[in-house]
């Protein structure tokens, strides 16, 4: 008999550690937060070589990722992190992250969630827009004064 009654309070502790674990597991999948979708609104040609980006707050979001490419180009190029709180970007062109008058760029826009170290998912064609070729200097020859008698 008491054999019978330690087995019966075994397998009892054995089901509530059980059900305790699963829970506890099933409460911590909740607290996950993955930030929710980027919506890029624009991209504007803010300057001869300045891209401004502008986009929609994303739900749990704690950071956002700015990226862009050169149209055609398969892999994007992270150019900037900012914190939850901007809802824009502004591109300048640099030699690390050039942008060249007469291309192509693509942009767009990742959130992140630092506690939960998730990334949202993002528009994998970005917003395009076409840089313009600078226009060129024409050099005006300096007039020669006119010495002379009068």
Known sequence: ???NRLRCTLFLTFLTILMLLTMSVSAQAAGVKTPGKV???RVRLTGSNNVTVYWKKA???TNYRIYYKQAGAKS???IATVGAGRTSYTH???NKNPLIGGSKYVYTVRAYNRSSKKWGS???KGIAIN??????PTTVPTP????GRH
């Open 39 to 41: 919506t890029v609104t």
């Open 122 to 124: 993002y528009n994998k």
């Open 92 to 94: 300048n062109s640099s």
């Open 131 to 136: 840089i313009p070729v600078a226009p060129t």
């Open 59 to 61: 739900k749990n979001a």
């Open 76 to 78: 994007w190029k992270g």
């Open 144 to 147: 020669t004064p006119l010495t």
């Open 1 to 3: 008999m008491k054999k």
